[in-house]
């Protein structure tokens, strides 16, 4: 019996969506089967196929808005860090280290470990994707130590000031931000290391991961907001520049929920 490719209606050089990853069809091999000729069609899933359906495919404003959202949720997230770092003066109480290491590991280390696999402003746009999922993993799990150090610290400063712990949404969303970012961090391991995961697609894997890591992050922000509402931040910052800052964390989680969907919840793939 003949076996025909699932795609044979995509001509070469097109790019098309993959279960939600855009590939390139590059090249047509046809292979000799006890005697029958059977058509196979080879796919390009790497990240250069990104970049090039990023660019050849979107149109130019939309590109262009994608890249500038992007290039501002860098210098967003770091602005951030800078002034809450300015604020709270790390070094000079036992408080202070809880709020700056809590935006170090949720507004700074964690957003740039999403946009490194942006197609459109990943500062490392030109290493191979496996390089790219190395350098996530070493963020998320600075991100983890950060978010744990800033835990410990607020613990330890509630302790001696004899004050009770986790009784404001604040305290709760943030404890449980750092419990999930440690066992993300842990679950990625598959994805570094599939023999770890026999019996799972590579695939499968990814999907889960983004989507429990787009979680993940929406819980961090939800906890650099409810941060914000606090006495703390509340009595050096307010009127029209606490809403100008509060746009930081809504902004980065806006920009990583589009590049996160538009990588992986896309429901269009090839058909036969």
Wanted: proline share 4%; net charge positive; charged share 10%.
């Amino acid at each position: 019996m003949q076996q025909k490719s699932k795609a044979t209606d995509v001509p070469v050089g097109t790019f098309v969506t993959y279960y939600g990853r855009p590939v390139c069809c590059f090249k047509w091999d046809c292979t000799d089967l006890s005697g029958r000729h059977t058509l196979y069609l080879s796919i390009s899933y790497g990240p250069e196929s990104q970049g090039i359906m990023a660019n050849e495919s979107e149109p130019g404003f939309y590109s262009f808005g994608n890249i500038a959202s992007g290039i501002l949720t860098h210098v967003l997230c770091i602005v951030f860090t800078l002034f809450v770092t300015v604020l709270a003066k790390p070094g000079t109480s036992l408080f202070s280290w809880h709020p700056f290491l809590m935006t170090l590991a949720f507004s700074l280390f964690m957003t740039e470990a999403v946009l490194v696999f942006s197609p459109h402003c990943s500062p490392i746009w030109k290493l191979s994707h496996k390089t790219k999922g190395r350098v996530h993993w070493i963020l998320q799990c600075l991100c983890a130590s950060s978010g744990t150090l800033g835990l410990v610290s607020i613990i330890y400063n509630k302790h001696v000031s004899g004050k009770p712990h986790f009784t404001s949404w604040h305290g709760q969303v943030g404890l449980g931000t750092a419990c999930v970012v440690g066992m993300q961090c842990l679950a990625a391991l598959p994805l570094l290391y599939h023999s770890l995961a026999k019996g799972w697609s590579l695939a499968r894997l990814k999907r889960y991961h983004a989507v429990s890591g787009l979680v993940t992050y929406l819980l961090g922000s939800a906890s650099l907001l409810l941060g914000m509402c606090s006495a703390w931040f509340t009595g050096t910052v307010g009127g029209q520049a606490w809403y100008l800052f509060a746009l930081c964390p809504v902004f980065s989680t806006l920009v990583v929920m589009s590049q996160v969907s538009n990588t992986y919840m896309a429901k269009k793939r090839l058909v036969s």
